[in-house]
């Protein structure tokens, strides 16, 4: 594609109504993730700065304490969101850019 | 091409008897330092064979690296699962590996905080910077930074945070491997650390991107595959009971119980805060990590790489934290792996051998040389990218966009950036010499400092905020590299341990929570202050940067040669 071609498709892209429909739906869900894992990992954080005790509390009769599955737990949360990101990101929102860049040629 | 892999093959092979040369005169010269151990021929022939391995790559990839694209980005050919693979190899330094298992073995559950602050940086890389960068840039990440602010300023700016991050990381990595290597091969540590040197620049000079990125994927699956042997190892012997495990290892410790939560290693709540903050953003920042988004061919393969990159390290944690406690039940019981003069927990070569003798526990020697080689070939692969990330600061940033105003040919600016790895594999080298005595614990928290108060703001305001302009972007940069950097030679860490002040002038240990803030607040404070014809244009120039980022139109795609 040329650089005319290019600033042709731009001036369509900015007349798409899916365009804003588009950025507005994927900002708003990639500040909402973004938002949960900063509570999830300064809450954690936050523990382990002003609440030690609450982290090393016995979860049982065992030694397991509850530290354990919440720092696991900070872990496997930051995988699951990716995993929710990119599941969105490339069915429902690139199928949306890919209506976009259709109608803009 | 020709003349490329004939010399390529004439230095394999002196490569390899260099290697052989070098490790038979370190088994002559066997009683040297008191830290070294026995020359460990098993782990010497495995990484033999892994060198031997990369350097065929080295010569496949030789012959497919052509283009400017070939050479900084793979020529954008590789699958989202290949790139989360390789990001893992270049992210699981041999400090994460080495270093937090030897954590949880001394403390038990603060192991788990690093763990936990490496990793966390991920979903915010794919949130908000993985596609739009993707989208916006070519080679590196000043191409974003600089797509509608002034090229000279702000290139410079992006590149000098890139090297600056760069040199100190390769500092950390040449002084670990020396060290390491002493430890694990018996080698002298000057050897190790030119033989780091030389196999870099050999990877990166005629391999480019092709090569480095295979380096990275063979390494970590040789990482995953010995730690999750190791781990396995662990929990077969408690019947696959964490409780079983952890109950053997707080009866153990001499810490007992305190081991189960956090202990002593962030006791300032700021600090704890300051250190969350590095780790996170920081990782938002390292400029090796973010050239690895421009290999892959669109914004769709690029997020499926951090969520497999995301996958395998978070894995990757939580095996090293089996591993630790591991080797609290297993290696520190057993006399064969305790410092016969230290005694307690001390292990024979330092804490940070804990892994590796656990592998001698639960595989025997032959285990011991395949995870001695794998750290090895770690250091290997995060030296290579890092060399590949500052040679293109050099060459596509500094000799390209400011010294040549955007007019070099493509084939000068792979020369330079090939010249650029060799002067960097150099000054790594050097590096590793002047700083062998010194304790560079302090580095990996200056690194990550730096990449989140320097490259992170500036990264994600030119995406994300219209406002931004040159002058603002620049100004708050600076303010971000210079304060962080500032704070952590005035902290306790460099002023009293490495220059020998009496008392820091600066009382935290880490200064992301100042200097973040502080590079965000003057971006914005100049930003609007500028008045200037320039803002006004870069200002309107947002929108067609938001129609490119948010929908890849225009994109350099895989298509570009």
């Known amino acids: 594609m040329t650089k005319a071609q290019n600033l042709l498709s731009a001036e369509h892209i900015r007349n798409n109504p899916k365009f804003a429909e588009l950025v507005r739906k994927r900002t708003s869900f990639a500040w909402t993730l973004s938002a949960i894992i900063l509570v999830i990992y300064f809450g954690f954080i936050g523990l382990v700065a002003f609440d030690k005790p609450f982290l ?27 995993g929710i990101y990119v599941y969105r990101a490339n069915g429902e929102f690139d199928e949306l850019n890919r209506q976009i860049i259709e109608e803009s040629r | ?15 390899g ?35 031997g391995m990369t350097l065929g790559i080295t010569y496949w990839a030789a012959g497919r690296t052509k283009t400017a694209a070939d050479f900084y980005a793979a020529g954008g050919g590789i699958t989202g699962f290949q790139n989360g693979l390789a990001i893992a190899g270049d992210y699981m330094s041999a400090a994460s590996f080495l270093g937090i298992s030897a954590l ?58 890139s090297l600056i991050v760069v040199i100190f990381y390769l500092i950390g990595q ?41 380096v990275q994927i063979i390494k970590a699956c040789l990482l995953l595959g010995g730690a999750t042997f190791i781990a396995f190892g662990v929990m077969n012997t408690f019947g696959f009971s964490f409780e079983a495990l952890f109950a053997k290892a707080v009866e153990i410790h001499p810490k007992h119980a305190a081991i189960m939560g956090p202990g002593t290693l962030v006791s300032n709540p700021l600090d704890a805060i300051s250190l969350g903050a590095a780790l996170m953003f920081g990782t938002a920042g ?51 792996y305790i410092d016969a003069i230290k005694g307690g927990m001390n292990l024979k070569g330092g804490n940070n051998m ?30 290579s990218g890092l060399t590949l990330a500052g040679a293109s600061a050099i060459s596509h940033d500094l000799y390209a966009n400011v010294f040549m105003h955007g007019q070099a040919t493509e084939g000068k600016e792979v020369t330079v950036s090939k010249i650029a790895s060799i002067c960097l594999g150099v000054v790594a080298v050097l590096l590793g010499m002047v700083f062998e005595k010194q304790n560079v614990a302090f580095i990996v928290a200056l690194t990550f400092s730096v990449a989140a108060s320097a490259n992170f703001p500036v990264l994600v305001l030119s995406m994300f905020w219209s406002g931004l302009t040159t002058r603002g972007a620049v100004i708050g940069g600076i303010i971000g590299l210079v304060s962080s950097v500032l704070m952590v030679v005035l902290s306790k860490a460099v002023w009293v341990q490495s220059f020998g002040f ?60």
């Open chain 2, 17 to 51: 008897m260099m290697l052989l040369a070098t490790a038979a005169m370190a088994a002559g010269a066997d009683l040297g330092g008191a830290e070294k151990q026995a020359t460990n021929w098993h782990a010497i022939i495995m990484f033999v064979i892994f060198v």
């Open chain 2, 286 to 336: 390292l400029p090796h990590i973010l050239m690895r988004f421009f290999t892959v061919p669109d914004a769709k393969e690029a997020r499926k790489s951090v969520f497999f990159a995301t996958g395998f390290i978070g894995y990757f944690y939580i095996l090293t934290f089996i591993i630790g406690f591991g080797a609290i039940t297993l290696v520190s019981t057993n006399p064969e």
């Open chain 2, 174 to 214: 040449m002084v670990g491997a020396g060290q390491l290597i002493k430890l694990l091969f018996g080698l002298d540590y000057l050897y190790a650390v030119i033989i780091v040197g030389a196999l870099m620049m050999v990877y990166v000079t005629f391999g480019g991107m092709v090569a480095t990125t295979w």
């Open chain 2, 354 to 383: 804990a892994a590796v003798w656990l592998a001698h526990a639960i595989g025997g020697d032959l285990f011991l040389g395949f995870i001695s080689a794998v750290a090895f070939a770690t250091i290997l692969a995060v030296v």
């Open chain 2, 104 to 161: 949880v073995y001394g403390s038990g559950y603060d192991g788990l905080i690093f763990s936990v602050g490496w990793l966390v940086g991920w979903p915010i890389i794919l949130f908000l910077i993985a596609e739009r960068l993707r989208n916006l840039g070519k080679y590196t990440f000043a191409d974003v930074a600089g797509y509608r602010l002034a090229r000279m300023p702000v290139r410079t700016f992006a590149a000098t945070g």
């Open chain 2, 1 to 15: 091409m020709k003349t490329t892999k004939n010399a390529l093959a004439v230095l394999l092979a002196a490569g």
């Open chain 1, 56 to 82: 090393a509390a016995k979860l049982g009769a065992g030694v397991m304490t509850v530290g354990f599955p919440i720092g696991v737990g900070v872990i496997l949360s930051a995988i699951i969101l990716t």
């Open chain 2, 502 to 561: 009496q008392a820091e002038i600066f009382p935290y240990a880490y200064p992301a929570v100042f200097s973040i803030p502080a590079a965000f607040f003057f971006s914005w404070l100049f930003s609007v202050l500028d008045n200037s014809p320039r803002a006004a244009a870069e200002r309107a120039a947002y929108e067609a940067q938001a129609i490119r980022s948010e929908t890849g139109l225009g994109a350099e795609g895989a298509a570009a040669h």
